[in-house]
């Protein structure tokens, strides 16, 4: 078990995927009440994968973002939301031009509470029709998390004129920033 699967009272950990993860690890260290973001690999068959193993499709992982965060200040609700405006719930094993399994959408849920708010959120969304198409995110127990490569970690901050983080990540960054203001991070003085 890793030591991020024990939440103390004050953290809870909420495990997403959609996508490349420097998406989703962009986004959500943003945002308010998330203390941590770490990207990593979940829900494959080969213990502690590499990225050329999940890159190359076969090892069953997802990219995956584990977030802790303070449920006094940002509920597993509110994180589930974000998720679901930032990516495309409704393309198979897909993000853009990022094609394969390792690319799907899913919530790895850590509690039968997480899988109970992740049904409800996603019945919801799905009811409004804030998508065209039918969504295909998987709600899915956790399993084991592997930290991906240190490079990985915090990639947009580190390599924010890298082309892939212009015309993928920073326009999703953007959009959540448009759309979630009242739930950013304050900015340090």
Not at 3 to 31: K, M, N, R, Y
Not at 98 to 115: L, M, N, W
Not at 146 to 169: L, S, T
């Amino acid at each position: 078990m890793n030591e991020q699967d024990s939440p103390s009272p004050a953290h809870e950990i909420a495990t997403l995927a959609g996508g490349c993860f420097w998406c989703l690890e962009a986004v959500c260290d943003q945002l308010r009440g998330v203390h941590s973001v770490t990207s990593g690999y979940m829900g494959g068959r080969l213990a502690n994968p590499s990225y050329e193993d999940v890159c190359a499709g076969d090892s069953g992982h997802a990219e995956v973002v584990q977030i802790g965060f303070d449920p006094a200040e940002i509920s597993y609700r509110d994180l589930l939301e974000v998720f679901f405006v930032i990516h495309d719930p409704t393309t198979l094993n897909r993000q853009g031009n990022d094609v394969g399994t390792q690319y799907r959408s899913a919530i790895f849920y850590h509690s039968p509470e997480q899988k109970s708010i992740a049904e409800v959120v996603l019945a919801r969304i799905a009811e409004a029709g804030l998508w065209r198409g039918t969504i295909v995110t998987e709600i899915v127990p956790a399993s084991a998390f592997w930290p991906a490569e240190d490079y990985h970690q915090k990639y947009f901050a580190h390599n924010p004129r890298q082309p892939y983080c212009m015309a993928v990540v920073e326009p999703k960054v953007a959009k959540f920033r448009k759309h979630f203001q009242d739930r950013l991070k304050k900015q340090e003085a």
